[in-house]
Nanobody
Framework: QVQLQESGPGLVKPSETLSLTCTVSGTSITRNYYYYNWIRQPPGKGLEWMGAIAADGSAYYSPSLKSRISISGDTSKNQFTLQLRSVTPEDTAVYFC?????????????????WGQGTQVTVST
């Protein structure tokens, strides 16, 4: 069974870089046709697609975050990582990793077959 698990610090200071890792089990991230996504949900708001990495390592980013975001994969550990630079309190959210069959930029939960449990990240001094 495919499982995803987010890990990383729960507290980040403004202007620093937020780094989260998603560990995938039950399948390989290099298996063709799947996309591994980062999605977040700020308090009181809906899901926001941030970006994705494909099986071949190609990365895709939300236009609103493109100047600050990087997503990369580590095939030896079957993990993919999110880095979000120059964070502000507006980046406070629950961060999820999720797998999709297609490259989808939506915040529609039904577009993603497998999800991690989510991890709370707070940006604060």
């Amino acid at each position: 069974q495919v499982q995803l698990q987010e890990s990383g610090p729960g507290l980040v200071k403004p202007s620093e870089t937020l780094s989260l890792t998603c560990t995938v089990s039950g399948t390989s991230i290099t298996r063709n046709y799947y996309y591994y996504n980062w999605i977040r949900q700020p308090p009181g708001k809906g899901l926001e697609w941030m970006g994705a990495i494909a099986a071949d390592g190609s990365a895709y980013y939300s236009p609103s975050l493109k100047s600050r975001i990087s997503i990369s994969g580590d095939t030896s550990k079957n993990q993919f990582t999110l880095q979000l630079r120059s964070v502000t309190p507006e980046d406070t959210a629950v961060y999820f990793c999720a797998r999709s069959l297609f490259l989808t930029t939506t915040g529609n939960r039904d577009d993603y077959r497998y999800w991690g449990q989510g991890t709370q990240v707070t940006v604060s001094t």
